[in-house]
């Protein structure tokens, strides 16, 4: 039996290939509905143009997926922890300025007390 209600119910994401294009995407189950998602992890201005054309965003941390809505998003537009993923839509991947590839443990995170 499980520990959570049914309607909270979910999976850790899991890597599987789209059936319709062939990309790789993660599936996962969250609150009792399928995802798929782009594995590639959005900067900010790719979260704002997959919004924009009508996807929606999640915040993985660890094997956890929580849905971005405006206030997450207002109060952590870049997630320190996590990546943020859009939902799959059978289209090309986000050009590489819209992905995010900074290293998270950059100087200037570090406290220097
Ligand atoms: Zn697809």
Redesign the pocket.
């Known amino acids: 039996m499980s520990r959570w209600p049914a309607h909270l119910q979910e999976t850790a994401p899991k890597k599987t290939r789209?059936r319709?294009?062939g990309?790789d995407?993660w599936t996962a189950l969250h609150q009792c509905f399928d995802l798929a998602l782009d594995p590639i992890p959005l900067a900010q201005l790719g979260e704002l143009a997959a919004l924009l054309t009508g996807a929606r965003t999640y915040h993985r941390v660890n094997d956890h997926l929580y849905r971005r809505n405006t206030v997450s998003i207002a109060n952590n537009p870049n997630p320190h922890h996590g990546t943020i993923h859009r939902t799959?839509h059978?289209q090309p991947p986000p050009p590489e300025e819209q992905r995010n590839t900074r290293d998270r443990h950059t100087p200037q995170d570090t406290c220097p007390y």
């Open positions: 789209c319709r294009c990309t995407i799959h059978c």
